[in-house]
C-alpha cells in the first residue's frame, strides 16, 4: 500500500509562485510514473503534470506549460510542482498521484488559492 503526503499549498497573489511537494510512504517496490492533478470547483480532476520514474520523461497540461515544473527525487520517494505566475484560474485542490505495477494511488490533495 502506498500512502501520498501533499505539502505546500496556501494562498497567493496571481503572478506568485508556489512549490508542492508530495511524498510517497509505505510498502512498495518501485513507483513509476509520479504526478499531479487538480480539480477546481464545479469541474472535472485534470492533469497538470507527470514524470517517468527516471525523471527523463514529462508532460504539461497545456495551460501550465512555460510556468510550472515537475521534478522528483527518487531516493526520497518525493515529486515536486514548482508553480510559477500562477493565474487565479490555477486556483483548485492538487492531487498528488503515484502509480505502480499499473495501480494508481492518490494523496488527500492539497488547495492552492490564487487571488486576483
Known amino acids: 500500500q502506498v500512502q501520498l503526503a501533499e505539502s505546500g499549498g496556501g494562498l497567493v497573489q496571481a503572478g506568485g509562485s508556489l512549490r508542492l511537494s508530495c511524498a510517497a510512504s509505505g510498502s512498495f517496490f518501485r513507483l513509476n510514473d509520479m504526478g499531479w492533478y487538480r480539480q477546481a470547483p464545479g469541474k472535472q480532476r485534470e492533469l497538470v503534470a507527470v514524470?517517468?520514474?527516471?525523471?527523463?520523461?514529462?508532460n504539461y497540461a497545456d495551460s501550465v506549460k512555460g510556468r510550472f515544473t515537475i521534478s522528483r527525487d527518487i531516493a526520497k520517494n518525493t515529486v515536486y510542482l514548482q508553480m510559477n505566475s500562477l493565474k487565479p484560474e490555477d486556483a483548485a485542490v492538487y492531487y498528488c498521484?503515484?502509480?505502480?505495477?499499473?495501480?494508481?494511488?492518490w494523496g488527500q490533495g492539497t488547495q492552492v488559492t490564487v487571488s486576483s
Open positions: 514524470i517517468s520514474r527516471s525523471g527523463d520523461m514529462t
Open positions: 498521484y503515484a502509480q505502480e505495477f499499473g495501480r494508481p494511488y
